[in-house]
């Protein structure tokens, strides 16, 4: 899967675009699905995030691309990364 995120809450659009566009030109697989958040990423919840945490759960896919890690989460990668691992 890849997840995309813009700090800022309006606008980013072109963004978004590029962090895609430059995750599925170096995938080396299929994409599953793609998660886009708007907003801080220290904030707790985030539509994105919470669905790809929740089809992680699931077990609907196995890896995570990101353009920088601090797109996934300002702090607390570290556990974010455990939970997935944990779930496969």
């Given at each position: 899967?890849?997840?995309?995120r ?83």
């Amino acid at each position: 899967v890849l997840y995309c995120r813009v700090s800022n809450s309006t606008g980013g659009e072109a963004s978004l675009d590029a962090q895609e566009r430059l995750l599925r030109d170096s995938a080396k697989g299929p994409v599953y699905r793609v998660y886009r958040d708007r907003g801080t990423g220290l904030r707790e919840s985030r539509q994105g995030l919470d669905s790809l945490l929740d089809d992680a759960k699931e077990g609907r896919f196995t890896v995570v691309r990101v353009v920088w890690r601090d797109r996934l989460a300002r702090f607390g990668v570290v556990w974010i990364e455990r939970y997935l691992e944990e779930c496969g």
